[in-house]
């Protein structure tokens, strides 16, 4: 166990530089860590690996915040921003002295559901359900298991990551101007173009749903911003 403690938190040192990736921004720069390194540490830290499909299954009681089910993305802020599982809070595993405040101020009782990860073997996972184990969480998952979550679900952005995306060509749907989208669907689009759909954020739990339609009609690289056009401009 020690011997494998210690080589995974040696890779997070590597890690820190930033590592895994969203459906939307290229691969990281250096190897990933064995999964089974990964799968290990989670075993000897009492930690249930889980994968994608079982976090789908959960995306429900996520959209419609029932409380029971939250999710962490412990990359860093650059990484997060270009797509990330919808609902997510970034807690980069660097600086988590900084954001745990943040994230404490959510309330979030003891026993709550916890998924950290994309679904690949990220060290940085581990990281936050160490340091969240010690602060008396008790249902942490690790989100290490393919496939990734963006292989089979859209993904949501911020207001930078759906500009970067804009600026890179993807198709801005205004869900102001276009809430049933049936301009989307009349449109010519290719199926293999970046969409991204942008709605107000009071409006989120419907929004989720149109980015469910446009990705289930086959554009697999479907994101939501909840926010206004103007933010991405």
Not at 138 to 148: C, D, E, I, R, Y
Not at 184 to 208: C, H, Q, S, W
């Amino acid at each position: 166990m020690k011997h494998v403690v210690s080589l995974l938190f040696a890779l997070m040192l590597l890690f820190s530089t930033g590592a895994a990736h969203s459906q939307v921004v290229s691969g990281p720069s250096i190897a990933l860590p064995p999964a089974e390194v990964i799968l290990q540490a989670c075993k000897d830290m009492g930690i249930e690996a889980v994968g994608g499909e079982y976090v789908i299954t959960k995306m429900p009681d996520l959209i419609n915040k029932s409380g029971k089910v939250f999710v962490i993305d412990a990359r860093p802020a650059r990484n997060y921003d270009d797509g990330f599982i919808p609902t997510a809070f970034n807690m980069f595993d660097a600086k988590f002295k900084r954001i745990y405040p943040e994230f404490e101020k959510l309330n979030l009782a003891k026993d709550t559901e916890i998924f950290i990860g994309i679904g690949r073997p990220c060290p940085m996972s581990l990281s936050d359900i160490r340091q969240l184990k010690e602060k008396g969480y008790t249902n942490l998952k690790a989100f290490v298991k393919g496939p990734l979550f963006f292989e089979k679900y859209f993904s949501e952005v911020t207001a930078k990551g759906a500009k970067k995306h804009a600026a890179n060509g993807a198709v801005i749907v205004n869900l102001a101007d276009d809430a049933d989208l049936s301009k989307f669907f009349a449109a010519p689009t290719e199926k293999e173009k970046m969409i991204v759909l942008i709605g107000p954020a009071d409006n989120a739990r419907i929004n989720y749903g149109l980015a469910d339609k446009v990705y289930k009609a086959g554009y697999k690289k479907t994101a939501l911003f909840n926010g206004n056009i103007s933010d991405i401009r």
